[in-house]
């Protein structure tokens, strides 16, 4: 089974990131690694965030010190990432339990190094608002160009 490292990058969602978290520890593909950029200036949200990490001993912290954004998170998260795979979500976003186990079978079986998924746009109460569809994004030039990869 190969690694994958799940990162989240962290800015002022306290009332989501939890959910997140316990979406990604009840993954059916349990072989991984939770890397929290955590890209804020609260301590108050950092102890949250520390003792949120005590559910699961594949939790990592790992502290920007100062501001970089969502993007340069990501990138710190690859950096200290032990995994074959790497994942993304966002620390209001959660997973459905077979998200991992699916997406890493497709691309297994399809020779895939890159992937991405269709996704509900859900509202604060939980009602699907909204969803975007996967397309076959077939070059990289195509991906680079869209914005399909939420």
Not at 31 to 60: C, G, H, P, V, W
Not at 116 to 124: A, P, Q, R
Request: hydrophobic share 35%; glycine share 4%; with cysteine.
């Amino acid at each position: 089974m190969d690694l994958v490292s799940v990162i989240i990058p962290y800015y002022k969602k306290r009332n989501f990131v939890k959910e997140t978290i316990v979406s990604v520890i009840n993954q059916s593909y349990d072989y991984l690694e939770i890397l929290i950029i955590y890209d804020d200036t609260n301590l108050n949200d950092l102890e949250f965030l520390q003792e949120i990490s005590k559910l699961d001993k594949r939790i990592k912290i790992i502290n920007n010190n100062k501001r970089l954004g969502a993007g340069l998170s990501r990138n710190k998260g690859i950096e200290q990432s032990n995994g074959k795979y790497i994942a993304f979500i966002d620390a209001d976003d959660t997973w459905t339990p077979d998200k991992l186990k699916d997406q890493i079978s497709f691309m297994k079986k399809n020779k895939y190094q890159i992937s991405h998924t269709s996704y509900f746009i859900i509202n604060e109460k939980k009602k699907i608002i909204g969803q975007r569809k996967a397309r076959d994004l077939l070059s990289i030039n195509e991906i680079l160009k869209s914005c399909d990869i939420g």
